[in-house]
T-cell receptor
Framework: DVKVTQSSRYLVKRTGEKVFLECVQD?????MFWYRQDPGLGLRLIYF???????EKGDIPEGYSVSREKKERFSLILESASTNQTSMYLC????????????????FGPGTRLTVL | AQKITQTQPGMFVQEKEAVTLDCTYD???????LFWYKQPSSGEMIFLIY??????QNATEGRYSLNFQKARKSANLVISASQLGDSAMYFC????????????FGKGTLLTVNP
C-alpha cells in the first residue's frame, strides 16, 4: 500500500521563524514534490526532486528551499516565515518517467496546514 | 504552456444519480496524461483515474469513468451512482512530455452529494 507521510497536520509559527516541513515516502519513488494549495488558486508546485540531492524549481520557489539527503525524505524549508506563506502544503511522490510519457501517478501525503502569525 | 480549466466551481447531485465534472486542457505536446484527484475535507489528495493521450478507450475505475474527447481537448469525469462520501473537491491535472514530471492542476470543482 502506498504511503506518503508528512511530519505535522497543523503547524503554527511566528513571522521570521525558520520552518521545516518533512515528507517521507515508503514506495522507493525517485521523484518527490512540494505543492502549496490556496483557495481559488488550486495546487502550485514549489519544488521537486528527481533524485537524491537533485532539485528543480517549480512555479513559486521564492521564499522556499528544499533538501533531499535520502531517497525517502524530502524537506521543505521556509528560511524566514512570512504571513503570506500561510497555506496548505502537500507533498507527493512518483516513479520516474521512462521512454516518454509514463503513466506514473503522484501519490500525496495528508498535507500540513501552516499558519504564520 | 500547459493549462487546465475547470469551469464549475461547485456542483450538486442527488444521491444515487450520475454527475459529470468538466475539464478542458491545453497543450501543444502530442503525448500527455490526464489525471483526476479527489480531495475530501480531511485534505488528502486521492488519485482516482488516469487517461493517456494515446489510449484508445476511455478509462474506467469502478464508479469513475473518464469521458476523453481528444479533438475537443476535454477529459470530463463521470461519477455514477453518487454516494454521500463522494462529496469533496475534485481536481483535474495534466502531465505532458516536456514538463519534467510536473503536474498542472485545475482550480477544482466542489461536489456536494445531497441525500
Amino acid at each position: 500500500d502506498v504511503k506518503v507521510t508528512q511530519s505535522s497536520r497543523y503547524l503554527v509559527k511566528r513571522t521570521g521563524e525558520k520552518v521545516f516541513l518533512e515528507c517521507v515516502q515508503d514506495m522507493d519513488h525517485e521523484n518527490m514534490f512540494w505543492y502549496r494549495q490556496d483557495p481559488g488558486l488550486g495546487l502550485r508546485l514549489i519544488y521537486f526532486s528527481y533524485d537524491v540531492k537533485m532539485k528543480e524549481k517549480g512555479d513559486i520557489p521564492e521564499g522556499y528551499s528544499v533538501s533531499r539527503e535520502k531517497k525517502e525524505r524530502f524537506s521543505l524549508i521556509l528560511e524566514s516565515a512570512s504571513t503570506n506563506q500561510t497555506s496548505m502544503y502537500l507533498c507527493a511522490s512518483s516513479l520516474p518517467e521512462s521512454g516518454g510519457i509514463s503513466t506514473d501517478t503522484q501519490y500525496f501525503g495528508p498535507g500540513t496546514r501552516l499558519t504564520v502569525l | 504552456a500547459q493549462k487546465i480549466t475547470q469551469t464549475q466551481p461547485g456542483m450538486f447531485v442527488q444521491e444515487k444519480e450520475a454527475v459529470t465534472l468538466d475539464c478542458t486542457y491545453d497543450t501543444s505536446d502530442p503525448s500527455y496524461g490526464l489525471f483526476w484527484y479527489k480531495q475530501p475535507s480531511s485534505g488528502e489528495m486521492i488519485f482516482l483515474i488516469y487517461q493517456g493521450s494515446y489510449d484508445q478507450q476511455n478509462a474506467t475505475e469502478g464508479r469513475y469513468s473518464l469521458n476523453f474527447q481528444k479533438a475537443r481537448k476535454s477529459a470530463n469525469l463521470v461519477i455514477s451512482a453518487s454516494q454521500l462520501g463522494d462529496s469533496a473537491m475534485y481536481f483535474c491535472a495534466m502531465r505532458s512530455g516536456g514538463s519534467n514530471y510536473k503536474l498542472t492542476f485545475g482550480k477544482g470543482t466542489l461536489l456536494t452529494v445531497n441525500p
